[in-house]
């Protein structure tokens, strides 16, 4: 059974530090891009970063370009996301999410979505 | 970015009753597009992928389909466990938007 769980979350002040971390279990994890989702208090869900399985490719939401890394270890089957210069508009529940692909098109297309979740973990950015 | 604009916002219906959510894309995505549904205090869980295939373990009275830029998710038949509130996404590039939530309540 697949199992994403999320640790890290906490307080912390306007302009620090934060690394967040998501330990897979049930698959094949390097086989996987991974992805993170986060959702502010009250409102809808935000994608922030995805990063290929093998750790090669990184993409990111503009709003925490050059702020976050995302990374992986795949002997550890583990995800992470470093935040800096964290910003009150930061504050959100995190969510690790691994990617599913459908292939088609004789192997040419793939249509990728989020097949399993961790819980999440609150990350308040305060003073 | 491609901006995924959903309506209703909000939904009102009764057990039984069959609803339909939109999802319009603001370009071209071809099928590239996912549902998700979310229960207060939860972690999403896909229903829809790729606009009308049914994830495994999903009831079949989740529908998708798609005409263009225009996507629906049907509920056909709503059960108590439905209410919550649904997301689409867009999956076609990133960055992966989604729609800003419908939420499902009962009448």
């Known amino acids: 059974e697949v199992h994403l769980l999320v640790s890290g979350g906490g307080l912390v002040q306007p302009g620090g530090s934060l690394r967040l971390s998501c330990a897979a279990s049930?698959?094949?994890?390097?086989?996987?891009?991974m992805n993170w989702v986060r959702q502010a208090p009250g409102k809808g869900l935000e994608w922030v970063s995805t990063?290929?399985?093998?750790?090669?490719?990184?993409y990111y939401a503009d709003s925490v370009k050059g702020r976050f890394t995302i990374s992986r270890d795949n002997s550890k089957n583990t995800l992470y996301l470093q935040m800096n210069s964290l910003r009150a508009e930061d504050t959100a529940v995190y969510y690790c999410?691994?990617?599913?692909?459908?292939?088609?098109?004789?192997?040419?297309?793939?249509?990728?979505?989020?097949?399993?979740w961790g819980q999440g973990t609150l990350v308040t950015v305060s003073s | 970015d491609i901006q995924m604009t959903q309506s209703p916002s909000s939904l009102s219906a009764s057990v039984g009753d069959s609803v339909t959510i939109a999802c319009r894309a603001s370009?071209?995505?071809?099928?590239?597009l996912n549902w998700y549904q979310q229960k207060p205090g939860k972690a999403p869980k896909v229903l829809i992928y790729?606009?009308?295939s049914l994830q495994s373990g999903v009831p079949s009275r989740f529908s998708g389909s798609r005409s263009g830029t225009d996507f629906t998710l049907t509920i056909s038949s709503l059960q108590p466990e439905d209410f919550a509130t649904y997301y689409c996404?867009?999956?076609?590039?990133?960055?992966?938007?989604f729609g800003q939530g419908t939420k499902l309540e009962i009448k």
């Open positions: 049930g698959f094949t994890f390097s086989s996987y891009a």
């Open positions: 790729a606009a009308s």
């Open positions: 990063i290929s399985g093998s750790g090669g490719s990184t």
């Open positions: 999410a691994k990617e599913q692909r459908l292939v088609y098109g004789s192997g040419s297309v793939f249509s990728p979505y989020f097949d399993k």
């Open positions: 370009q071209s995505i071809s099928s590239h």
């Open positions: 996404q867009q999956s076609y590039i990133t960055p992966y938007t």
